[in-house]
């Protein structure tokens, strides 16, 4: 059951990242129609920038989120629960990407969008 939970969260945060993705190469394109922008060095340029932007904003939201899992309270009651081993790295996946799905999102658009600007 929490296997299909986590399935479906991956997934979520896969469709996330590519709607981000898809949003800031539309950006980056109209900028670049708007500037007059005529070789892709251009365009390659200007969307690997824009990845690395997308990991300092992800990075922005690492802040409010480590302090809670890193605690020591939440750190005994993990420790403390009767679930199995699998069952508790499945909630400790679980309570990652929920955290910090901001991030993930960001860092995975930042590095797609890197990607492509590396591939150009």
């Known amino acids: 059951m929490k296997l299909q939970k986590t399935t479906r969260l ?3 945060v896969i469709g996330i990242t590519l709607v981000v993705e898809l949003v800031v190469v ?4 109209m900028i670049g129609f708007w500037s007059g922008w005529q070789t892709p060095e251009e365009f390659k340029n ?3 920038v824009a990845g690395i932007l997308q990991f300092g904003i992800g990075f922005l939201g690492i802040r409010g989120n480590w302090e809670a899992i890193r605690s020591f309270e939440y750190q005994y009651s993990m420790s403390t ?16 990407a929920q955290s910090y799905s901001f991030m ?3 860092f ?3 590095g797609v969008s890197l990607l492509i600007g590396w591939l150009m």
């Open 104 to 106: 993930l999102i960001m």
């Open 46 to 48: 200007a969307i690997q």
């Open 108 to 110: 995975f658009s930042g």
């Open 81 to 96: 629960t009767k679930e199995s081993s699998l069952e508790r790295t499945q909630q400790n996946l679980m309570d990652f």
């Open 10 to 12: 991956l997934l979520k």
């Open 26 to 29: 539309i950006i980056v394109a």
